[in-house]
C-alpha cells in the first residue's frame, strides 16, 4: 500500500509541475477562453490551473502525512 501512495504523490508532483508550465504560459500569452466539458462550459486560463495545482498539492500533502 506504501509503494502504491509513493506513486500517486509522485504522479501529483508531476502534475503540479505540468499545472504551473500551463499557468505561465497562458499567463504570458494573455490566453482566456471557454472550453465545453460535457454540457459545462468553463474557462480555461491561468487561474483555472492555479486551482488545480492548489488541489493536487492539498492531495500530495494528504498522501504524505498518512
Not at 29 to 48: N, Y
Request: positive net charge; aromatic residues 10%; without cysteine.
Amino acid at each position: 500500500m506504501e509503494k502504491s501512495k509513493q506513486r500517486a504523490r509522485e504522479f501529483l508532483q508531476k502534475e503540479i509541475k505540468t499545472y504551473t508550465a500551463l499557468a505561465l504560459f497562458l499567463a504570458k500569452r494573455g490566453i482566456e477562453d471557454r472550453v465545453r466539458f460535457g454540457r459545462k462550459t468553463i474557462s480555461i486560463g491561468p487561474t483555472f490551473y492555479k486551482d488545480r495545482m492548489k488541489e493536487a498539492r492539498k492531495l500530495a500533502n494528504e498522501l504524505k502525512n498518512t
